[in-house]
């Protein structure tokens, strides 16, 4: 994949991803103003229904209370009537409305005798009622009663709601309605409509705006949420109001769009996650491209020498003047030899990996003495190294050095271990290698003086293909198996592989691997 096509790929799909995030974001702004009017919609139905159900309280306070002048003027509404009204007040000044109907119900009574006469009977029925009228502090003198009121009781067609209303407005309002019932009503209206965790604050306010004593210790009378009217007069206006304020009003309005809220950030969460996942491993992807293409050169450049080497020794050795020198072609045959060696060496690391990744290793379990090996492993890079006027220093301290392992893979990882600290040693290697024995492991520890790592680097030196660079590419020659092959192998023998290094400082290598038990 080209960079260019990458770092494109990379920019639209972050646009992608900050766009829908931006559109989540504002559809939960959205599912929120939502959720608060719907909850201020809710509050005004239960506020209404509470207002109303106390009405309808206080109606069947006064039903009980007319009834029977109700059910006796409406039966005899079509009979002849006779009404008449007087307003008294007495001498503490109270003003009093008496009400009087009176009812006549003729019936014919039949007489025997010889003209089959007759007699008519009249039976006179009254009804009556005292109303207790509020003194007006505004005019002077007896009020009137109220002409359509009259009227109504006249035809047996009244209201309880006005009678309730003409009565009611000498009550106190205390005496009317409880904030115990309206705490109570407006609660399960509440919870009715699917609001559980707002707490109302409650008063009763009048018409102009003063504060009764029905209210909740903690209302605030400044920060009226909602109000709606609870009582009419008798003229059909507002005379109190029910008002209400909200404790965990955010809550309240939240909680019913947590579940969508809670789905929409995990969905949310997913996309960012798949996507940044998606980014980490394109970036995986292109860095294992890089890498294999580095491989590949490296491997080419690792074979152009040897082959080079054999065409110059292949030419040689057709030279007729070489045929009498056995010399010469004993020279230039055992330099094919070690150059064939050289790249089949290279092959089989390769191969070794290949069968390693496909757990396809075929692998010798025997007792093995690690010492031995490591003795064994020493020997053909003390060789490369004192060409160099380098030095390896060998110090075996394990007192127990038999382990379970195959001895050929055994071998290969310490000599890989050894190889590097002297590829990347600066001037005269100085390598350093001791045994010993640790919590029933035996240990392997590998340290050179040479140019180091940094953490970074340390973190990827046992990947696959990873070479350190130090300006040119191809300057430390080596295809980035070796340590992921080590790696590899002391993990099939229960093992751990580790190092410790600074850049400048040189470095050091660990083996454990489990003694045999």
């Avoid at 920019?11 to 991803?17: D, K, N, Q, R, Y």
């Avoid at 109270?94 to 010889?114: D, F, L, N």
């Avoid at 056995?326 to 070690?338: N, T």
Wanted: glycine share 4%.
């Amino acid at each position: 994949m080209r960079k260019g096509f990458y770092k494109i790929l990379i920019g639209v799909m972050s646009i992608a991803l900050i766009g829908l995030i931006i559109i989540q974001f504002y559809w939960l702004n959205l599912t929120l103003k939502t959720g608060s009017d719907s909850f201020n919609n809710s509050v005004d139905q239960a506020m209404n229904y509470t207002t109303e159900k106390v009405n309808k309280n206080e109606l069947e306070k006064y039903y009980k209370k007319f009834n029977h002048i109700k059910s006796d003027l409406t039966t005899n509404k079509d009979k002849p009537h006779v009404v008449t009204n007087q307003v008294v007040r007495d001498s503490m000044g109270v003003t009093y409305a008496y009400v009087t109907r009176y009812v006549v119900e003729k019936s014919m009574i039949p007489v025997s005798g010889e003209y089959n006469d007759s007699l008519t009977k009249a039976n006179i029925y009254s009804q009556e009622k005292v109303y207790k009228i509020k003194k007006d502090s505004t005019t002077k003198g007896i009020p009137n009663l109220n002409f359509n009121w009259e009227k109504s009781l006249q035809d047996g067609s009244f209201t309880l709601e006005s009678a309730a209303r003409w009565d009611a407005g000498t009550t106190p309002i205390d005496k009317r309605v409880s904030y115990k019932m309206l705490d109570s009503i407006l609660k399960i209206e509440l919870r009715n409509r699917g609001i559980h965790q707002a707490e109302p604050q409650l008063a009763v306010i009048k018409k102009d705006s003063a504060i009764t004593s029905i209210k909740s210790k903690e209302f605030d009378e400044q920060k009226i949420e909602f109000m709606v009217p609870l009582f009419l007069d008798r003229n059909d206006h507002v005379e109190y109001y029910l008002a209400a304020n909200f404790k965990n009003r955010k809550l309240a309005i939240i909680a019913p769009t947590v579940p969508v809220i809670s789905l929409t950030f995990i969905l949310t969460m997913i996309i960012i996650t798949v996507f940044s996942l998606s980014i980490y491993y394109m970036q995986i992807q292109r860095k294992s491209s890089e890498i294999k293409t580095d491989f590949i050169n490296n491997m080419t450049h690792e074979f152009k020498t040897p082959i080079a080497t054999i065409n110059i020794a292949s030419d040689a050795l057709r030279n007729e003047k070489i045929f009498t020198d056995p010399e010469k072609v004993k020279y230039y045959a055992d330099l094919i030899k070690q150059e064939n060696k050289r790249m089949n060496a290279h092959v089989e690391m390769v191969l070794r990996m290949s069968k390693l990744d496909r757990n396809q290793m075929d692998m010798n379990f025997q007792e093995v003495n690690l010492n031995g090996v490591v003795q064994k492993s020493v020997e053909p890079i003390r060789f490369i190294v004192e060409e160099r006027n380098g030095t390896i220093f060998e110090e075996y301290n394990a007192e127990h050095s038999f382990v379970k392992g195959d001895p050929f893979h055994l071998e290969n990882i310490v000599i890989n271990v050894l190889d590097n600290a002297r590829k990347y040693s600066t001037g005269e290697p100085k390598i350093n290698v001791k045994t010993f024995n640790k919590d029933h492991h035996f240990m392997i520890e590998i340290s050179d003086k040479g140019m180091g790592m940094s953490q970074n680097v340390l973190k990827k030196i046992f990947e696959q293909f990873y070479r350190e660079e130090t300006g040119n590419i191809h300057n430390v020659k080596g295809h980035g198996l070796g340590l992921a092959y080590v790696k590899k192998i002391v993990q099939l023998h229960g093992g751990q592989v580790w190092a410790e290094s600074s850049a400048g400082k040189g470095s050091t290598f660990f083996i454990k691997i489990p003694l045999k038990s």
